[in-house]
């Protein structure tokens, strides 16, 4: 069964750290880009961080740029979203997804279910 | 960056019916647009690409049709388990996403 688990998410201050995790299995982890969508509390999706097959390249949306760093290990099938200096709008549920690569840009085919990420003091 | 805005944001239809979601990119996107289910306490589900090419095990009952700024996202004949939050992603530059059409029993 294709599937991503998620884990790391918690209760940190503003300021603060937090490393999400994403297993992956199921599929060639290798071959995929992946990538971080996150959805705030009552609101829509936005898409938060995408990195290559071998790392070659990331990109972020500019409101974490400079404070998020996604990373993966092709060997473990892991993701990472390593998130610093943590703001109260960055509260939101942080799903691990699966890119599907198209002509222009990446769909996102394969989700895992979530971790939920709290900034609040 | 581009604005994807979402119309309307809570449509109520009746089982059975057909329900229209709308989208709408605030610069043409071409046909890089896709479609995502979300019910109550799970992850989306891809149901549309490409605008119009519906993902692996999605019914035929979803169509998805436009280009440019305009889209649309077509359920017929609306099941139980079709009610739920669909939202529209652009990925012609980065990637944005709408707010999301609540679909209702009405």
């Known amino acids: 069964e294709v599937q991503l688990v998620e884990s790391g998410g918690g209760l940190v201050q503003p300021g603060g750290s937090l490393r999400l995790s994403c297993g992956a299995s199921g599929f060639s982890f290798r071959d995929y880009w992946m990538n971080w969508v996150r959805q705030a509390p009552g609101k829509g999706l936005e898409w938060v961080a995408s990195i290559q097959q071998d790392e070659s390249q990331e990109f972020y949306v500019d409101s974490v740029k400079g404070r998020f760093t996604t990373s993966r290990d092709n060997a473990k099938n892991s993701l990472y979203l390593q998130m610093n200096s943590l703001r109260v709008e960055d509260t939101a549920v942080y799903y691990c997804?699966?890119?599907?690569?198209?002509?222009?840009?990446?769909?996102?085919?394969?989700w895992g279910q979530g971790t939920m990420v709290t900034v609040s003091s | 960056e581009i604005v994807m805005t979402q119309s309307p944001a809570t449509l109520s239809v009746s089982p059975g019916d057909r329900a229209t979601l709308s989208c709408r990119a605030s610069?043409?996107?071409?046909?890089?647009l896709a479609w995502y289910q979300q019910r109550p306490g799970q992850a989306p589900r891809l149901l549309i690409y490409g605008a119009s090419t519906r993902a692996t095990t999605i019914p035929a009952r979803f169509s998805g049709s436009g280009s440019g700024t305009e889209f649309t996202l077509t359920i017929s004949s609306l099941q139980s388990e079709d009610f739920a939050v669909y939202s529209c992603q652009q990925y012609y530059h980065s990637s944005t996403f709408g707010q999301g059409t609540k679909l209702e029993i009405k």
């Open positions: 997804a699966r890119g599907y690569y198209l002509i222009r840009g990446l769909a996102f085919d394969i």
């Open positions: 610069q043409s996107v071409g046909s890089s």
